[in-house]
Nanobody, 120 residues
Framework: QVVPVESGGGLVQPGGSLRLSCVVS????????VDWYRQAPGKPRDLVAS????????YQIDDVKSRFRISRDNAKNTAYLQMNSLKPEDTAVYYC?????????????WGEGTQVTVSS
């Protein structure tokens, strides 16, 4: 069973930084693309950033493009989301999502999320 587990969330002051980690067990991460999503209370879950198996990155939210960085270390079976210059509006539960298409079948797995709170 493939299980992503997020960590690294917490309470941080505006302007601070956090690095989220997503450790995947049950499979080798190098066959999966990885997404980071976030969901604030009362709002839909939004895609924040993606990284392909080849390391190509994309950021879906304009406001984070200059502040967040997604990366992966396949040797550690871990993906990361480095978040800098955090703002109160970044407050959300952050989720890791790993996915691939294998023989025409979607193979997708969500983590349970890690809370990020940006507040003074």
């Amino acid at each position: 069973q493939v299980v992503p587990v997020e960590s690294g969330g917490g309470l941080v002051q505006p302007g601070g930084s956090l690095r989220l980690s997503c450790v995947v067990s049950g499979a080798s991460l190098d066959i999966y693309d990885v997404d980071w999503y976030r969901q604030a209370p009362g709002k839909p879950r939004d895609l924040v950033a993606s990284i392909t198996t080849r390391g190509t990155t994309d950021y879906q939210i304009d406001d984070v493009k200059s502040r967040f960085r997604i990366s992966r270390d396949n040797a550690k079976n871990t993906a990361y989301l480095q978040m800098n210059s955090l703002k109160p509006e970044d407050t959300a539960v952050y989720y890791c999502f790993v996915r691939r298409l294998f023989r025409g079948v979607r193979d997708e797995h969500w983590g349970e999320g890690t809370q990020v709170t940006v507040s003074s």
